[in-house]
């Protein structure tokens, strides 16, 4: 186990976790942070994993056998940062019904205590948020481009305690489309604020310094980085600078307009949205590629 040798500065009032299904960068990140608060993976992060590389080079790696290779690496990861926050997606692909979402969810949750399972926010994903939440799991609900997704989350674990529930905005995603994705972190915090959500908002795929900087300034309860992220941060610009004097370039991307949505039954949000359908899709390949013959 790494023991930790810098205290979290008290500016840093999001918790930090790292976002890889690589132990090693796990390692790497509590060396040069001197701290870290969990990690999340995915299928396609855990896909970039070299030993996981080298068993699907090697050809031995069938659908069962990746599964149990995926264990292996939470539980490393578990064992780096113990008291940790440590989340693991099901496999989901636009074919996966509710019953396989919740199936695969309980099995998932069994690997160690404290472990959020990722489900996609969509209607099948909600719908299995909602019977796993009921059983005690936590839930951490990924893919999220929405507003609507984010108020659909909300309402579809009413009931779970604080802390039991996070939703993943994904900035860097809707960047690439031409939309300031950090108005929709904004939007979603201040909403949740607004109803007393039990949700935790965790910001994900961050691609600068301006989107870490940006997730904490707006109130995201937690933000998920790279490693190359973590060296950037500590390289250049260093752990003692408050994320409240960094110089911000003028956005000239879209802004997101927040709306003042109504807390209703969570199946009469709208919750599609196609970044939504492509991240299902490449989070399905990247797994499925692991595999094949």
Not at 75 to 92: D, K, L, M, R
Not at 116 to 140: C, W
Not at 154 to 182: C, E, N, W
Request: a negative charge; hydrophobic letters at 40%; aromatic letters at 10%.
């Amino acid at each position: 186990m790494l023991q930790c040798h810098y205290m979290k500065p008290v500016f840093i009032t999001s918790k930090i976790f790292l976002d890889s299904g690589d132990p090693n960068e796990t390692r790497h990140a509590l060396g040069t942070l001197g701290f870290l608060d969990g990690q999340t993976t995915n299928p396609s992060l855990v896909a970039k994993n070299p030993h996981i590389m080298e068993l699907k080079n090697s050809g031995i790696l069938t659908e069962q056998t990746i599964w149990e290779k995926y264990h292996d690496v939470a539980n490393e990861i578990h064992n780096s940062i113990p008291n940790g926050s440590i989340s693991a997606e099901v496999y989901a692909d636009a074919m996966t019904s509710i019953d396989d979402m919740v199936t695969k969810g309980r099995e998932l949750a069994n690997w160690f205590p404290g472990i959020f399972v990722k489900l996609p926010t969509t209607h099948h994903g909600l719908a299995a948020a909602q019977v796993l939440v009921s059983e005690g799991i936590n839930v951490n609900m990924t893919l999220c481009f929405s507003q609507e997704q984010a108020a659909a989350v909300h309402m579809a674990t009413m009931g779970a305690k604080h802390g039991q529930v996070y939703v993943s905005p994904f900035i860097g995603r809707l960047d690439d489309i031409g939309f300031h994705g950090l108005d929709l972190i904004k939007n979603i915090v201040l909403m949740y604020q607004l109803w007393d959500s039990h949700v935790m908002v965790l910001s994900a795929s961050i691609r600068s310094l301006e989107h870490l900087f940006g997730s904490i300034i707006a109130g995201s309860d937690i933000v998920t980085i790279p490693v190359g992220i973590v060296d950037d941060w500590v390289k250049n610009y260093g752990l003692n600078k408050d994320p409240r004097d960094f110089s911000f370039a003028i956005s000239e991307k879209t802004p997101i307009v927040f709306r003042e949505l109504i807390q209703q039954d969570w199946q009469l949000y709208d919750v599609h949205h196609q970044l939504t359908d492509k991240g299902i899709e490449k989070f399905a390949s990247d797994w499925k590629a692991l595999f094949a013959k």
